[in-house]
């Protein structure tokens, strides 16, 4: 049983019930202990009465009924005196049955002495089928004997059990009279025995011995059973036994002992029936003198044990209340002031504290000792423990102030780190973009490029310190930007971009205001799903219009992640936490959380079919509207700023975008295709397209003979004309490939192109270039 969660007052009420429960079951025990032999003494005589007196008479008639049954059996008639005899012993018989069938004595008797007597009116059952035998003359006087001793013995036993009063001096004197008993009973054996030998004139083989062995255990028991008898019983017994009956009963016995073990014994039989029947006669008045002197020893004895019992009863059951009532007012108190404590600590944890906290993140100042004020709980140890909790709560208050305070600055040098990160960036962006403007050679176009893919990757993490400062970043949108250029716009920010692939993506739009952040968010999970996943993977990107936003998915094909951790995951996506720079382990999923709870955009993780991980990005619907019409030339002569800035995210030209079947579902029977994650600079068009309009840039070098230019030639300036001119070219061009494309003509491979020194191109370099963005394009 786990008692920690207890309340207090459940645990002081267990304190306070568990002694007194013990206390009052021990009380209860020790009466009940007590009370049961007083019971039992007092029942003593109900045993005596319904089962001992009952009993004894039931034993003397079966004893008669034995010696005439041996008798009969003896000569070669039936004897009269024994029907008579039976009828004695019926009605002996059916008297004990009626007294140990009563509620009384079952209910002052225990298991063992029920027992008994069960087993006693069981041995009495076959008297009918036993007095059968001996009539038909089925069993000899052997037989006869042992059938009736039968009977007997199981009625001493009964007698036996009866020795279960709690007094050992009681115990002892009933024991002892059931074995003078038993002694009598051996002595009715010997005389059943003589009396068929006397019939006969002559013992019957094995007699003569069982004769002697009775009168051996007859002696024998009754040596036992003297010895245990009170001194004044004892006394009363040797007197018995020196009266003229037992002697001469005694030395009779001797004679029998000392006979022919073959011929009839010369005994007087009269005078051995005359002390016979005088020392049975005495010794069961001396018998039931002592029993009827024991039940009344009893009641005294009883009465003695009843009254210690109420005076300890009495005073445990005061022991008892006066624990009890110690119990409960020391529990009511020590209750009180520890429920005074807890509502103090718990009114500082979740009200006060959580208070300070939120006005310090507000900029309001806070008075600490206003705020953790003292509090009296008294001298003793509770007092001390409120006093310390007094400290603990003006600290935790002065710890907060500082806690805030400390992340309040760090934000601080956060966003201050960031601003001038950022605007060191957008400066080395802009020098690059008029570094690449001026550069002709391919392989210096593509170090250039990569240059600024780095500068682009760096520009996203410091927009990650401007989040994690809990600030907003500074690129946004007017106008809604297509989601295939948002997913763009967030591969040219991943450094394994070209692993990334756009599989089916469905039109929509997504409105100005939060292209940047989508952009941003998208750009973490992607850069998660490349670095988790092996080198030689792909992962893919697809969007579907629901009917309650817009879900973009993110897969991958790695090892996954386990079940805890993800659902761990989804619950950082889901609520984002506090930023704690102690748990930097995760910080895109920070951001990620982050920036999807600015626009209610919902971010989870599943688990993909191919054992990687899905990151599924839902748009809100207000977010989402439908995608905007191309425009070919609008946006190279007329185009707005956000359509400048977007074409140099998403690394396209600024001709107006077309969508092609293996992006769109517009065409169902379209195998579905990857866009090309780095599109190429415009130059013009490949007749043969790749379905997507969009013209394919031929690496190649110039002539040989033609000299690069060194760190002193500046650019020369270009005519207005003459930038016209290819613009107008480049548009024409970018046209009429969209237009074969449209055709359905079939793709053309480019053709081969060699160096100045005429060996092919190095297979290694990238085929296509994406197109540098200009200075105007930045994102501010």
Known sequence: MNTRDWPIRSKLTALVIAPVSALLALWIFATTLTFGPALDLLSARTLLYDLGRPGETVVAELQRERRLSVVQLAGDGALPALAEQRRRTDVAVAELRDRVSGERLRDAADDLLDARVDRLLGALDALPAGRGFIDRRAVDRTG???????????????????????????????????????????????????????????????????????????????????????????????????????????????????????????????????????????????????????????????????????????????????????????????????????????????????????RLRRGEDVDVAREAPSLEYGRDEIGQVGHAFNEVGRTAVRAAVDEVSLRRGLNEVFLNIARRSQGLVHRQLALLDRMERRVEDPDELAELFRVDHLATRLRRHAEDLVILAGAAPGRGWRNPVAMVDLVRGAISEVESYDRVDIADMQPAATVGRAVGDIIHLLAELMENATAFSPPGTRVAVRGQSLPNGYALEITDQGLGMSAPAMEEANERLST??????????????????????????????????????????????????????????????????????????????????????????????????????????????????????????????????????????????????EARRLMSALQSGTARGRRDAAAGGAPVPPPTTTTAAGRPPDPDAPAALPQPPTATERDV
């Open 144 to 358: 006869a004997i042992g059938l009736y001793s039968g009977m007997v013995g199981a009625a001493f036993q009964a007698f036996s059990a009866m020795a279960t009063l709690p007094a050992d001096d009681l115990n002892r004197q009933v024991l002892a009279l059931t074995a003078l008993g038993r002694s009598r009973e051996l002595l009715g054996q010997a005389d059943a025995l003589l009396a068929g030998v006397l019939v006969t004139g002559r013992f019957a083989e094995g007699e003569h011995a069982q004769l002697v062995q009775t009168i051996g255990n007859q002696r024998f028991l009754v040596e036992s059973a003297v010895a245990d008898l009170p001194a004044d019983d004892r006394a009363a017994y040797q007197r018995l036994a020196e009266s003229d009956d037992f002697a001469r009963l005694r030395a009779l016995q001797d004679t029998l002992v000392r006979a022919d073990p073959v011929r009839a014994p010369a005994v007087d039989v009269r005078a051995w029936q005359a002390s016979q029947d005088a020392v049975q006669r005495r010794l069961r008045d001396f018998e039931l003198t002592q029993a009827d002197g024991l039940a009344e020893r009893t009641v005294p004895v009883a009465v003695g044990i009843l009254v210690r019992l109420g005076a300890a009863g009495v005073l445990g059951l005061a022991a008892v209340v006066v624990s009890v009532v110690v119990s409960l007012r020391v529990g009511r108190s020590l209750a009180q002031r520890l429920s005074g404590v807890r509502t103090a600590a718990l009114e500082m944890a979740e009200q006060r504290l959580p208070d300070v906290v939120t």
């Open 576 to 721: 984002p936490p506090e930023f704690d720079p102690a748990d930097s382990a995760r910080l895109g999923l920070f951001v990620v959380a982050r920036l999807a709870a600015r626009h209610g955009v919902r971010v989870q993780l599943r688990r993909a079919a191919q054992g990687g991980v899905t990151a599924v990005v839902l748009i809100p619907p207000d977010l989402v509207t439908t995608e905007p019409p191309p425009g070919p030339s609008a946006t190279m002569r007329d185009g707005s700023a956000d359509d400048q800035r977007m074409a140099k995210v998403t690394r396209l030209s600024t001709l107006p975008r077309t969508r092609s079947p293996r992006i769109t579902r517009e065409r169902v029977d379209a195998p579905t295709a990857v866009v090309p994650l780095v599109p190429s600079r415009a130059v013009p068009a490949d007749p043969s397209g790749e379905g997507d309009g969009l013209p394919r840039r031929v690496r190649r070098r110039g002539p040989a003979a033609r000299p690069r230019p060194t760190a002193q030639d500046a650019p020369a300036p270009r005519a207005p004309e």
